[in-house]
């Protein structure tokens, strides 16, 4: 691909993904252009050709999804997602503090820290694009209200008097988990469970101490244990599939044991962030937690992910990195990853 074409197809790109501050970076390199020259690249209007003399434009077919709405309208999509996200995270963050999960609690609290970095970064973006094209129509309020008409609609959708379904389900394991929940009318429960995307196993006393005499049972021994033919709901996968089960909710312990099995140092203390920086992936009450844009996982974490859904949990969906995907869209994944 010559420098032009290169041109062209990373500054629509830039433009589709809102990312403008980018594009300012890119075109502040090239002399005499004007804003006005810029957009009509942007819209697709005009395209860079390679002359003798360097880079020069000519004439081009305009794309409607390329146009100053059609991008204005991915900004206030994007808004709209972070902020749903950043609310919908923070209900999770009030559920697990109900609930005593630490876990849960720090979990939620690094995706909400998280994505008001991407809304700032956002914000940023959207006002390289106001300078550019001198359009500003975005009213974050109007954006707020619609996040809070939609979430009170799915609450009124959502209402206990529809038939309760697993997000996850440990076949009839979990299914005893919810029927029970329901029985005694623990909604407070069945909504943590909703909300968290956990399979609700952590909520048994009986599953719960099960797992501590398991723990007492292995004392200071360090392992790695087959995902499938032992007691543990929660742990870590290493990058080669290697999984360490622990105790629900114990994971804070468990991990500054794990990695000074391994001789990993903690990231200012904090030993989770350790070992994700390394590349492994945070098994927490039959979810699968990273940060999408932390980590990709492996070939390998991805196989155990799959079997462990097929076998184990025996459902068509799995909570991965930051929310659900399908049984389908994990094998792509599988199909994608790197070794």
Known sequence: MNIAAWMNDTLHNLWENCEVGKIKNIVEDIEGITNEQILSVLHGEQRFYDDDGGLSLEDSTPSENLSTKAIEDNFRDKYYDLISRVVSYSFGISKNYDFDDIEGFLYYWKLINNYNKKIEELDEDYKAFVELTGCNNIELEEVLKKVYNDLKAEEEADRWDIPVTSSLSYEQVNRDVLNLLASTKNYRALATVQMTGSNGMDLLVDYKLAQNNADEARGDKVFAEDILNCIWNSGWLSPNGEFYGCPDLAHVAFTEKLCKHL??????????????????????????????????????????????????????????GEGFVSYDILESLINSAPE
């Open 263 to 320: 001789e990993i140092q903690g990231v200012d203390g904090n030993y989770d962030r350790a070992l994700e920086l390394k590349g492994w992936i945070k098994f927490s009450s039959g979810r699968w937690l990273y940060f999408k844009d932390d980590l990709v996982p492996t070939k390998r974490q991805l196989k155990v992910i799959s079997t462990w859904l097929n076998e184990r949990a025996k459902d068509t969906k799995v909570y991965l």
